[in-house]
């Protein structure tokens, strides 16, 4: 692991992408079902928390997904943001918090270092940052820390980049199928930039393997909402 991006270098990469990350209607294009996921994750969590007061948003970006549930949400949670790029979270509070009247607070750095108060959250959203961690005991105390931050009943939702276990599997969804995607999204050269850089940065696991996961820390429950090729939306209850 030791050829991967550093917490500055993904650090400094979205400190000059926060338009892209603020477009609620594209959200990321070289990512699958974007919208559609940030739709279904956003209803799931109003379906499942109506008395929801009280949300952590890790790797919020521009706040995409906080901005969409407060628009379905009436209970005017308080709100925090966590991410390591100051102008993503400038812009992430700047849209955030004229949608609420709870406490909107921001926290730069890692979530897995940053004090949280547990016991606290009814609902934590982890979109697209996951594929950040790196070996096993990594992802097994990042899973652990959201379940001690959640009150009882309370979930986190994540879409994210995710591998497939079996290696042909793998070659098949990621390398042809997603990247038919990328070339036709632009080109090949495009669909070679958007590999070196997963390639470089991103270490994502399967389903099976976080959802096997979240059960040995201690959710209770875990649902696939989604799943098309490299790309999925899953949900976990304590």
């Not at 934590?124 to 009882?152: C, G, Q, Y």
């Amino acid at each position: 692991m030791e050829q991967k991006s550093t917490l500055k270098e993904i650090e400094e990469r979205f400190d000059k992408d926060v338009q892209r990350f603020s477009n609620l209607e594209t959200g990321q294009q070289t990512t699958l079902d974007a919208s559609f996921n940030m739709e279904l994750i956003t209803d799931g969590i109003a379906a499942t928390a109506p008395g929801l007061k009280k949300i952590l948003d890790i790797g919020c970006g521009a706040g995409n997904y906080p901005v969409k549930l407060l628009s379905k949400t009436t209970t005017n949670p308080d709100v925090t943001l966590v991410d390591l790029s100051k102008p993503m979270l400038d812009k992430a509070a700047e849209r955030v918090q004229p949608l609420t009247t709870g406490k909107v607070t921001t926290i730069r750095g890692d979530f897995r270092t940053a004090a949280l108060e547990e016991n606290s959250y009814c609902v934590i959203i982890a979109t697209a940052v996951l594929h950040h961690l790196r070996n096993d005991a990594d992802w097994e105390a990042a899973f652990a820390k959201f379940f001690s931050l959640l009150k009882p009943g309370g979930s986190i939702w994540i879409f994210d980049l995710v591998a497939q276990d079996h290696p042909a599997i793998q070659q098949l969804l990621f390398n042809q199928h997603y990247g038919r995607y990328l070339t036709n999204l632009k080109d090949e050269a495009y669909r070679d930039q958007v590999f070196a850089y997963i390639e470089k940065e991103d270490s994502p696991r399967s389903v099976l393997y976080q959802a096997n996961l979240l059960h040995k820390v201690g959710f209770k429950t875990v649902e696939l909402l989604h799943k098309n090729l490299c790309f999925a939306s899953f949900a976990a209850f304590k």
